[in-house]
């Protein structure tokens, strides 16, 4: 059984968007455990209500949400707003449409924080404290948070080091990007492969200045972030990693990249192929309806690896 954990349902949603959520419920018994974020009292209560009138056969997971110090959502744990944590688990406990699971204590702003020593003290002094002082609250009132999860990719193992989490939620590490690629990790902890490009060709190479013009725009590549990589064309097909430092992209608009190189070279010409390491794997992946699964050949070899299969993006689209 699979857990899927949604960010947070803006509770009074309407006839619609309460319908699909308890479409969604009724649809995932027996294949998912489905949990919310709460923050607020009579978010849980409509959140119930909402539950109640559609009768599902299972209770919706709740984890409270806390601010650790990102500040985009959840209850900050000040000794003023403790007790409404408790009461909001309380709650949580006494409706029967909902189940308490714990307390959900996430940064996402430290997972890209590059040095190891630094994102490890920002990890304690944030999201690991902040989670340690509600769950000692709670626990001294007599109720116990079953869950505490948080850690993304670049913080998991640092949180999970730590003794108060005891659930991480890492996801980019699955296909990589260069944002994490470029955070030091420690040296106990594994090295996650890029395992996703972009797969795009040179649709002009008449533009003057050493700079080709490729078929992949603002509608192929996330650029919140910064811009992609391109790979080494000459190291397993592009396949394998390893960035081409000496080229640059920069938006053409919405269809079209515009790549540039760095002094005299052999530039790809117009028809062949390259591939780009996304910077935020993230955004990227919504942008595409299908993934193609590439089998590696034998020791490793991509040049002999073959197609395994087609999987559709299911999330299409925009991404909220």
């Not at 079953?146 to 999970?160: F, M, S, V």
């Not at 060709?201 to 992949?216: H, L, Q």
Request: glycine content about 14%; charged content about 20%.
């Amino acid at each position: 059984m699979y857990s899927l954990l949604f960010a947070r349902l803006a509770l009074p949603p309407g006839p619609v968007k309460s319908s699909r959520f308890c479409s969604i419920v009724n649809r995932s018994i027996g294949k998912a455990s489905i949990s919310l974020l709460v923050d607020d009292l009579s978010n849980l209560t409509q959140l119930c209500d909402v539950l109640k009138s559609s009768a599902p056969p299972a209770p919706v997971g709740v984890f409270i949400e806390v601010n650790v110090g990102q500040d985009r959502g959840g209850v900050t744990p000040t000794a003023n707003n403790l007790p409404t944590i408790l009461d909001i688990a309380k709650r949580a406990t006494e409706r029967e449409e909902v189940e308490y699971r714990g307390l959900h204590c996430y940064h996402g702003l430290l997972q890209h924080v590059g040095d190891t020593k630094n994102r490890s003290e920002m990890c304690r002094d944030n999201s690991v404290k902040c989670a340690q002082v509600v769950d000692e609250y709670l626990s001294k009132k007599g109720l116990k948070s079953p869950l505490i999860t948080g850690g993304g990719t670049g913080t998991y193992a640092i949180e999970a080091s730590m003794g108060v989490h005891n659930e991480v939620q890492p996801g980019s590490f699955l296909l990589g990007d260069t944002q994490y690629g470029d955070v030091g990790m420690n040296a106990e902890e594994p090295e996650f492969e890029h395992a996703m490009w972009i797969h795009s060709a040179v649709a002009s190479t008449v533009s003057t200045g050493g700079r080709v013009v490729i078929d992949a725009g603002s509608k192929a590549v996330d650029l919140v972030s910064g811009p992609p990589s391109l790979t080494d064309q000459g190291k397993g097909m592009g396949m394998n990693g390893d960035r081409d430092e000496g080229v640059g992209f920069t938006s053409g608009g919405d269809e079209h990249g515009i790549l540039t190189f760095e002094g005299e070279r052999v530039t790809p010409g117009l028809g062949e192929t390259v591939r780009m390491l996304p910077r935020h794997i993230d955004p990227n992946c919504n942008l595409f309806d299908w993934f193609v699964a590439v089998e590696e050949g034998e020791g490793g070899n991509i040049e002999e690896g073959r197609i395994k299969g087609a999987w559709r993006i299911t999330g299409r689209g925009v991404g909220c």
